[in-house]
């Protein structure tokens, strides 16, 4: 089973700055990667797909990039409402499987 | 757009089978793509229990394997999923999701639905 290890565990930003969002694999994955935002009280929505695609409604101010085993989420300006929870999942291997996640949380 | 809903007791007793009902709206379930379960508890984080094709085909997640079981009923365009012999551990948030294949990304979900195990 491949383990995701997210880093940081929490990230203390302000509105309008730059959040840079780590995921790293126990072994490769190839591109089949994605980010979740997760919400209190809400389910997990899809962000990223295959490392670098926006999902459908996706604002453009969030990209992913990587392959392998190291895969990075950007926010590009934060707005209030993205601070969140955020997931990293694979599905390279059986069976797919999630990070711990990482707290985006106002500075 | 496509709408899931989870329904189902949100208490079970230990030993006892957990039995939740995914309703889906927007969508035919017998038509296409996978349907499936994940939950989310403090200790395990988000770990995804199984899905099943619109064919009927089932996959499960390892450590549930021995006690899951999925199922679709196309009249109702529902999916079910039982748990048996709960314990303390299996008390969480449970998720019904949409996927492309047996290990995919989900890219639909119901609002997730809290279901603990206690005597």
């Known amino acids: 089973e491949i383990v995701l290890t997210q880093s940081p565990a929490t990230l203390s930003l302000s509105p309008g700055e730059r959040a840079t969002l780590s995921c790293r694999a126990s072994?490769?994955?190839?591109?089949?990667l994605a980010w979740y935002q997760q919400k209190p009280g809400q389910a997990p929505r899809l962000l990223i797909f295959d490392a670098s695609n926006r999902a459908t409604g996706i604002p453009a101010r969030f990209s992913g990039s990587g392959s392998g085993t190291n895969f990075t989420l950007t926010i590009s300006s934060l707005e209030p409402e993205d601070f969140a929870v955020y997931y990293c999942q694979q599905r390279s291997n059986w069976p797919g499987t999630f990070g711990l996640g990482t707290m985006l949380e106002i500075k | 757009q496509v709408q899931l809903q989870e329904s189902g007791p949100g208490l079970v007793k230990p030993s006892e089978t957990l039995s939740l009902t995914c309703s889906v709206s927007g969508y035919s379930i017998s038509n296409d793509y996978y349907w499936g379960w994940i939950r989310q508890s403090p200790g395990k984080g988000l770990e995804w229990i199984g899905s099943i094709y619109h064919s009927g085909s089932t996959n499960y997640g390892p450590s549930l394997k021995s006690r899951v079981t999925i199922s679709l009923d196309t009249s109702k365009n529902q999916f079910s999923l039982e748990l048996t012999s709960v314990t303390a551990a299996d008390t969480a948030v449970f998720y019904c999701v949409r996927t492309r294949s047996s290990v995919g990304y989900f890219d639909f979900w119901g609002r997730g639905t809290l279901v603990t195990v206690s005597s």
């Open positions: 072994q490769s994955v190839s591109s089949y």
